[in-house]
Each structure stands twice: as C-alpha cells, then as structure tokens.
C-alpha cells in the first residue's frame, strides 16, 4: 500500500527556512505526481505545491509562491519542499500526497504528517 513518511518539521520563528522531506514505498513514484498539502488549526486540507512525475513542471498556491520550492528525487523515491520566509500562517501539519495531477484533483496522503510551527 501507498506509504509516505514525511519529516523535517519544527517550531521557527518568522522569517526562518525548512526543509521538508517525504520518502514513498508502496508504489511506483516517479510514475506520479505529487503533492504537498497542508492542514491549519481548525481548517481543511490546502493543496500548497504539486510536481508532475518528471519534475519539470510545478504549481504553487498563491499563498506560498515566491517562498517554497517543490522537488523531487525519484532515483531515491523521496519528494521535498524548502520553505523560506516562513510567516505564522505556515503553521499547520504538512503531508505529502500521490496526486492525480500536480495542480489539480484528487490526491492520498499516506503519512502522519510533520508539524511546521512558525511562532517567535
């Protein structure tokens, strides 16, 4: 079954850099897109960037465009996003997702998620 271990969240402070990691198994994963999406206190699910299978073409949310970058290495089955200038609104629990396309539709999430805290 799909499984996907994310890693490298933290408590930062405003203006600080992450780097998220997500190792997959289960599947096939240079054969997908993917996604990273994220969750808030008390709000759904956001889509916040996607990357097709090859890594050449991304998406980003407005919210986070300008600040994250969205990677992928498929030689190690492993998907990554570099958050810079993170502010609070980037608190939430990010997971990443096998995804139908990297801008659009239906995704799974796999993993437990990692907690991002940007508070000073």
């Known amino acids: 079954q799909v499984q996907l271990v994310e890693s490298g969240g933290a408590l930062v402070q405003p203006g600080g850099s992450l780097r998220l990691s997500c190792a997959a198994s289960g599947f096939t994963f240079s054969a997908y897109a993917m996604s990273w999406v994220r969750q808030a206190p008390g709000k759904g699910l956001e889509r916040v960037s996607g990357i097709n299978s090859g890594g050449a073409s991304t998406y980003y949310a407005d919210s986070v465009k300008g600040r994250f970058t969205i990677s992928r290495d498929n030689a190690k089955n492993t998907l990554y996003l570099q958050m810079n200038s993170l502010k609070p609104e980037d608190t939430a629990v990010y997971y990443c997702?096998?995804?139908?396309?990297?801008?659009?539709?239906?995704?799974?999430?796999g993993g437990q998620g990692t907690q991002v805290t940007v508070s000073s």
């Open positions: 997702a096998k995804s139908d396309t990297y801008y659009s539709g239906s995704y799974q999430t």
